[in-house]
């Protein structure tokens, strides 16, 4: 079992910021940010495993921003140039390849409006 707790969702204005959150209970090679829009499929944005390699999806690429701390088991999406489409319920998910196994946060709201 690996507890998630996702904080730094919230209400921004185009063009604006925010720093998601999510730290886990223990270590956990793969973390990442997935996102889903009401409607739509769930969809990556981001991962990183533990010695930093990164994947974006091409629509946050240059805006968004993945990066962890593994003292702290957390890891952080620093999203710039927010726009509308970017709304959606951010998910913090983390994935251990030797179990075989996937954890999700809870998600955090994020909403980009004027």
């Known amino acids: 079992q690996v507890q998630l707790v996702e904080s730094g969702g919230g209400l921004v204005q185009p063009g604006g910021s925010l720093r998601l959150s999510c730290v886990a209970s223990r270590s956990i090679f793969f973390m990442g940010w997935y996102r889903q829009a009401p409607g739509k499929q769930r969809e990556l944005v981001a991962v990183i495993s533990r010695f930093s390699g990164t994947n974006y999806a091409d629509s946050v690429k240059g805006r968004f921003t993945i990066s962890r701390d593994n003292a702290k088991n957390t890891v952080y999406l620093q999203m710039n140039d927010l726009k509308p489409e970017d709304t959606a319920v951010y998910y913090c998910?983390?994935?251990?390849?030797?179990?075989?196994?996937?954890?999700w946060g809870q998600g955090t709201q994020v909403t980009v409006s004027s």
């Open positions: 998910k983390v994935y251990s390849s030797a179990a075989n196994v996937a954890y």
